[in-house]
């Protein structure tokens, strides 16, 4: 009897025979998926046709590699699609581009419809959502109390603009009409703008990114922040802490241990809702200020007309601020209409740095007791004082029972 032919070994395709009733001959063979390779199976019904599959395969992959000995027979059919469509061209005096490219091409034409389509769906509200989440873990409490408040005002305009339309003059047009809520109606500050710039490119660069692509480029871009006239810090005059002191004793408002501690001992708003009023020993020259959003633990000075002023309310325990934001802006408003002053933004604390530093004439110690740089202290809090008016700047007392009047209290007699 004559020998059966030896059957053709493969390289990289193993054909085997199993027991499956219909497709009994497995084809195992290597493809490359995710830029990893891999071992397939696919069965067939007789040998040959298993055989036939093997040699093709086996060919492609020592030919091309693993990669190309994956391609699909849709695939193949696109190229041979392409070849004989690239002959009838050549023939027409048209020269084709390569498959390559034209593939390239196509899924290049693929991703920009794609991002158009999503850019068109995101709202500016929708993006400051986004922007004000991805900050929440990047900034502290009071830069994201910032980023709430002054990006609600560009939402509540814009919000359901897509945000790839807006232009730079429509931003700086809204930006111009914005008024200030502390000054009666005027337009907001060059300086106020220019802050505002700053947050709405970060969150326009945010938009821009490659994660999001909702913006094809930065509008703030194209606007330069606009120049700031350098102007001496504003501070409240010995005439008007008196008469908004006497206001909210009058008014017996809450805000009173804030005042105090503000006039005559430096601290931010933001730090009383921090500091507990039972903490304050009267018998000592100094307290312990907790660290607060801004900066660590600091001691400051507890001087003698922060104790009459803490004295002549009855809280003595609880934070020196118990209002919420909004509270405190509409009490305090009414503190400055009774008292007939103009409200200066963190005026109480450039007061208490102004008279400080012109009754200790140590710049460097001022800025210890408050938290900041001598530099900052010079450039954005100290108004020029004379000693004389630092004097009498912490010689304010509350008015002695019976009288109308702002009086003295001599030291070691405070009283309400």
Known sequence: MAKKSKQPEFVHCKVTLTTHPKAPWRVSFPVEENGV???KRRMFSTEEKARDFATIHDKDVIDHGVRFGGITAEARRAFDFYRDARHDLRA????PPTFEQLVADAVAALRKDHAARQRQRVTVADAVEAFKSYKATRVGPRQRQALKCELKRFAVVFGDRPIESLTAPEIEAWLGSLRSARSDGQAISPQTRNKLRKILKSLFTFACSTAQSWCPRN???DITPEK???SEPEAYTVAETTAILSAALAMKSPL?????LGFFAGLRPTETMLLD???IRFDADEFRVPAGTKTGARVAPLTPACKAWLAAQTRRTGAACLLTRKDHSLEMRGILKAAGVRSIYDGRRHSFITYRTAETRDVARVADECGNSPNIIKKHYRQLATTAAAKEFFAIRPAKRGKS???NIAEGRISA
Request: hydrophobic share 40%.
């Open 277 to 279: 009023l039972g903490a």
């Open 405 to 407: 009047k702002i009086t």
């Open 256 to 260: 009173l241990p804030e005042l105090a």
């Open 219 to 221: 509008p703030l871009d």
């Open 228 to 230: 700031v006239k350098e």
């Open 92 to 95: 027409d005096g048209i020269e």
């Open 37 to 39: 390779t891999r071992r």
